[in-house]
């Protein structure tokens, strides 16, 4: 069975960090594009970031989340620094096959795999 696996989530203070790891079950993501999106009560999904040959990141981590692949552990990482209560959602990581260098996109509907997702709360 094909599927995503995030892990790494959790409750952090203001300013603390969290890395969350995304692994692929039945497949290795070697020649897919992953990203990151977050969910908070109430919105909308949104990106947050995601890497094929190059990297994207939404204006609101730039700077304090890195994403990257670890190839030894094949697995894709988020690294959030910096972390405010406005993080706080349940991030998920999704992948769409791209054996082409380019871009990556935010756009939900290009990608095949999703996980169930990871909660993230950023609170005193």
């Known amino acids: 069975q094909l599927q995503l696996v995030e892990s790494g989530g959790g409750l952090v203070q203001p300013g603390g960090s969290l890395t969350l790891s995304c692994a692929a079950s039945?497949?290795?993501?070697?020649?897919?594009?992953v990203g990151w999106f977050r969910q908070a009560p109430g919105k909308e999904r949104e990106g947050v970031s995601c890497i094929s040959s190059i990297t994207n990141y939404a204006d609101s981590v730039k700077g304090r989340f890195t994403i990257s692949r670890d190839n030894a552990k094949k697995t894709v990482i988020l690294q959030m620094n910096s972390l405010k209560s406005e993080d706080t959602a349940v991030y998920y990581c999704a992948a769409y096959w791209r054996p082409s260098p380019g871009f990556c996109t935010f756009t939900r509907e290009r990608y095949t795999f999703w996980g169930q997702g990871a909660e993230v709360s950023v609170s005193s």
């Open positions: 039945g497949f290795t993501l070697d020649y897919y594009t």
